[in-house]
Nanobody, 125 residues
Framework: QVQPVESGGGLVQAGGSLRLSCVAS????????MGWFRQAPGKEREFVSA????????YYADSVKGRFTISKDTAENTVYLQMNRLKPEDTAVYYCALDRYGLGPPTNEPQYTYWGQGTQVTVSS
């Protein structure tokens, strides 16, 4: 069974940084996008960032652009999300997800087939 595994969440003060990691054991098939989504209490899950697996093209939600950086290690099937200048409104459970086919834009949540369990990020003011 394929399930991405996230790590790196935690508690940080506003203005601080965290780096999330996600490993996907998918050596039997290819990946098109790997993405990060988040869900805050009482809100719907939303797109944060994604990266195309072959060319490494990054995508960001407007709310994190300029503060978050997504990167990948293809050999290790790992994607990272470096989060800088964190704000209290970044507090959420962050999920890693895997899109095998890239049939739509990377912001399109339904095309992500495999999801991690999530990691909590809490930013205190």
């Amino acid at each position: 069974q394929v399930q991405p595994v996230e790590s790196g969440g935690g508690l940080v003060q506003a203005g601080g940084s965290l780096r999330l990691s996600c490993v996907a054991s998918v050596r039997t098939f290819s990946i098109y996008h790997m993405g990060w989504f988040r869900q805050a209490p009482g809100k719907e899950r939303e797109f944060v960032s994604a990266i195309t697996w072959d060319r490494g093209v990054p995508y960001y939600a407007d709310s994190v652009k300029g503060r978050f950086t997504i990167s990948k290690d293809t050999a290790e099937n790992t994607v990272y999300l470096q989060m800088n200048r964190l704000k209290p409104e970044d507090t959420a459970v962050y999920y890693c997800a895997l899109d095998r086919y890239g049939l739509g834009p990377p912001t399109n949540e339904p095309q992500y087939t495999y999801w991690g369990q999530g990691t909590q990020v809490t930013v205190s003011s």
